[in-house]
């Protein structure tokens, strides 16, 4: 049975029911049975008996109301002195809870804030807490004092989430004290898409194999450095891998140095790989080959832990305000270094260390073999023609270190950094390109001849479709069509074939800017070739300003990175032979509007296709595609690249091949001239 017992005793208040208690007043349980008991009564049971209530129904409001009355009927009957002493105890008591309250906010005023934050300072959770406190104060301020980040979305990436990496990363450099590691924490910087955005601010950024975990769908832009979070060391060298820029925490640890390219076969147990790819770098290496800037640095964190992202900004920032955008990210970082220092490395300001160690210095290089002793050329032609040097840019060299720019004939500039064949060992070869100042401006002029009195003349120019007699007319030689000097001349500005037969006229020259190709080998097998490794080419396109043959001229291109996939079999090495002699004649790249992101002066694909994946099929741009090597060579075919056969291992014609022209009879049987007709 469900019952409730009011006790009623005029000797006690205390053990008043709550309906009689004024001063905590509560509310009370809604029972359906409720047995009143008066203890002043002599009905009640007495000690020893059996409590025998007696049973009448009665409601909540009723027992209220007998209850009130009740009190109120005692209260009367108090002596007069006895009700004052009652008031008097409870108005004491009353102002005692007031004097413990007073008291206890005064205790809380007079604590120091200082000393609160002390307390807070001694766990990671604290820390984590008054850093992204201090973050999110610092980015609302600026804000209001700097209008271009506010103008260009800088904001916090997360708040409370980043409250949790914050606390994981402090913990992860815990570990790497006990562990006596280095355990100092930098800032650096990383780009990556708007759509990724949502998932960063829950989980931060992740390694591949966390994204693969947790199934976290994102996109990959390789891993020439191994599996990692890729940061850098400046705002500016990898802005073309997304349309947002973090500036990151990094916990470094124990790191070592990668020349181009890491291998999973390289054990290390390095906490962070400091990559370099090694392009554009001229002869500013040192001894060992390493670039004497940092520039191009790829800091890869091998761990989620050791990366905090803090602060987001659109590229746009950077890319298209110039210095004004670099000072604006170069004045986040600064605040952020300072709150770094005080909360994460205990006060202390970063010092400069030594450099980590070089896991792969850079090999011996073979020299490039000399001509063949015989041609059944004159005794005295190899004198004559300067033969072991027929190409400025193959100097044989043993080292990196003391690579030097050079001119290449063919080309308004180029120079090349190695020269190597690939084998079971992974060996490098690292291209410069020099883009010309002018196109075609090495086109020799004996190509060109006033037709003779002979000709035909009564024809109309091919190109503007006037007669040849209204202006000056030059034929040329390979093929013997004719056109107006000034016509041939501007149409040799974008080509050097001829405009009607597309017969080379001399070697191509492409609409690339400068740029460098580096190839490597790498145990990653493309898909359908798993019987060898792969070649990797990696080309690097820095931002420059556009020549007088660009789209734009004197407006900024921004430059573009890029990797490529060969299978490292006859058919890849053939191939890369003439993708060299491509690239190094400015035929790889142009610069126009991106495809993909529609956006203007951009450094884009020209015309021939690069596998950008290994495996992924057609899709992705990688393998498994049957047509590839057919499709690819036709596409050389069509920009006058030369057969794989004549050109050597460093992609430039084959000394054979060029002596064999330099030595042709000069006063040859040349062919009937041909003009267009129709």
Not at 276 to 293: E, L
Not at 367 to 382: A, R
Not at 494 to 518: F, H, Y
Not at 624 to 642: H, M, R, T
Request: aromatic residues 6%; contains cysteine; glycine residues 6%.
């Amino acid at each position: 049975m469900n019952q409730e017992v009011v006790v009623i005793d005029s000797d006690d208040e205390d053990r008043k029911p709550a309906a009689l208690n004024r001063n905590r007043r509560q509310p009370r349980p809604r029972s359906k049975n409720i047995v009143l008991i008066d203890l002043s009564n002599d009905d009640s049971p007495k000690n020893g008996e059996q409590l025998q209530p007696k049973k009448r129904k009665c409601s909540m409001e009723e027992l209220d109301r007998e209850l009130a009355e009740r009190l109120q009927r005692e209260e009367s009957q108090r002596p007069e002195g006895a009700t004052k002493q009652s008031r008097k105890n409870h108005d004491a008591d009353e102002q005692l809870a007031q004097r413990l309250q007073q008291q206890e906010d005064y205790a809380a005023k007079k604590a120091s804030p200082g000393q609160e934050l002390q307390s807070m300072t001694t766990s990671s959770y604290g820390k984590a807490v008054i850093a992204v406190q201090e973050i999110i104060a610092f980015v609302n301020k600026a804000k209001t004092t700097h209008p271009m980040l506010a103008r260009y979305n800088v904001d916090t990436v997360a708040q409370d989430d980043m409250v949790f990496l914050a606390k994981q990363m402090l913990d992860k450099r815990e570990e790497f004290k006990n562990n006596n590691l280095p355990s100092s924490v930098d800032v650096g910087y990383h780009y990556t898409s708007q759509s990724a955005m949502s998932q960063i601010r829950t989980n931060g950024l992740l390694t591949k194999a966390d994204r693969e975990s947790r199934k976290v769908a994102s996109s990959f832009h390789g891993s020439v450095f191994g599996d990692g979070i890729y940061t850098s060391e400046n705002p500016t060298a990898f802005q073309d891998y997304g349309d947002v820029g973090l500036l990151v925490g990094r916990l470094k640890g124990k790191a070592v140095r990668v020349m181009r390219h890491f291998h999973p076969g390289q054990n290390t147990d390095a906490n962070t790989i400091i990559g370099d790819k090694i392009v554009s770098c001229g002869s500013n290496v040192d001894s060992s080959g390493w670039p004497t800037t940092n520039y191009r640095h790829e800091i890869v964190l091998r761990t989620s832990s050791q990366c905090l992202p803090m602060i987001r900004y659109d590229k746009a920032m950077v890319a298209n305000t110039g210095r004004e955008g670099l000072q604006s990210v170069g004045y986040l970082y600064a605040h952020l270094i300072s709150i770094i220092n005080k909360l994460f490395n205990d006060g202390a300001i970063e010092k400069k260390v030594a450099l980590p160690p070089l896991l792969n210095p850079t090999s011996q290089i073979r020299p490039v073999p000399q001509l063949p002793p015989s041609l059944g050329l004159p005794p005295n032609f190899m004198q004559m023609t300067q033969a072991p040097n027929l190409h400025p840019s193959r100097t044989p060299i043993t080292n990196l270190a003391r690579v030097a720019s050079t001119t290449v004939r063919h080309t308004g500039g180029a120079a090349q950094n190695a020269h190597t064949s690939f084998g079971s060992n992974t060996q490098y070869c690292t291209l410069n390109y020099v883009a010309p100042q002018k196109l075609n401006c090495n086109i020799d002029s004996t190509a060109f001849k006033s037709p003779s009195p002979s000709c035909n003349l009564n024809e109309d120019c091919a190109i503007c479709m006037e007669s040849l007699t209204s202006s000056r007319c030059k034929k040329i030689v390979v093929c013997g069509h004719i056109f107006h000097d000034d016509c041939l001349k501007k149409a040799l500005r974008s080509s050097s074939s001829c405009p009607i037969c597309r017969k080379s006229i001399s070697e191509p020259q492409g609409l690339s800017p400068s740029g460098s190709m580096t190839i490597s080998t790498s145990t990653i097998c493309c898909k359908g070739f798993e019987k060898s490794n792969s070649i990797v080419i990696s080309y690097s396109i820095p931002a420059s300003i556009q020549m007088s043959y660009h789209v734009n001229p004197g407006q900024r291109q921004h430059g573009k990175n890029e990797s490529a996939y060969l299978p490292n079999n006859v058919d890849g090495q053939n191939l890369l032979k003439r993708l060299k002699y491509a690239f190094m004649h400015g035929l790889t790249f142009t610069v126009g509007t991106s495809m993909t992101s529609h956006a203007p002066n951009q450094c884009t694909w020209s015309s021939i296709h690069h596998k950008t994946r290994a495996s992924g099929g057609l899709r992705c741009h990688g393998f498994p595609d049957p047509n590839y090597f057919v499709n690819c060579n036709k596409e050389l075919d069509g920009l006058n690249v030369p057969p794989a056969n004549d050109l050597g291992d460093d992609g430039f014609k084959s000394s054979v091949e060029i002596l064999m022209e330099i030595a042709k009879p000069i006063h040859m049987k040349s062919e009937k001239p041909k003009r267009y007709v129709g």
